[in-house]
């Protein structure tokens, strides 16, 4: 996100953006640059339409996949909620487009092993049908 935010010629070759148990909204176990403070400042001033925004005019989705292990509270795994590695509603403007469209696909068992081969190619089958269903 970081990356993106900073470099405009970046965000407009980029068609999606696909978050698998990231750190978005911050650890609840640790201080620092990945911990709940920090993040929650660093979305509030530039996960928004202004720093995200693309030169031709396009939604870019912002999809997020999450971990959860059973019995875990707050829901979640090691350390980071389910809310934590969702992208928030970004900050718009009244005089901007939207560029930025979040999609929420839920989350994937963290507690039991899946066929990592499969979830990959149906997240690659979402992600591009969800881009071609837009152009």
């Known amino acids: 996100l970081g990356a993106l935010a900073d ?3 970046l965000r407009d070759q980029v068609v999606a953006v696909l978050s698998i148990g990231g750190v978005i909204g911050g650890r609840t176990d ?8 920090a993040r929650r400042d660093w979305l509030g001033a530039h996960f928004n339409q202004l720093d995200l925004d693309t030169e031709v005019v396009r939604m870019t989705p912002y999809f997020a996949v999450q971990w959860l292990a059973r019995g875990v509270w707050p829901p979640g795994a090691e350390g980071l909620p389910l809310q ?6 970004p ?3 009244a005089t901007l487009v939207e ?7 839920g989350p994937l068992p963290a507690d039991r092993p899946l066929p990592l081969d499969l979830v990959a190619r149906a997240l690659v089958a979402v ?7 837009r152009r």
């Open 91 to 93: 900050a718009t403007e």
């Open 84 to 89: 934590a590695s969702r992208f928030p509603d």
């Open 99 to 105: 560029t930025i469209e979040v999609v929420d696909l």
């Open 30 to 37: 640790e201080e620092g640059p990945l911990g709940e403070a």
């Open 127 to 133: 992600v591009l049908g969800w881009v071609r269903s």
């Open 7 to 9: 470099a405009a010629d």
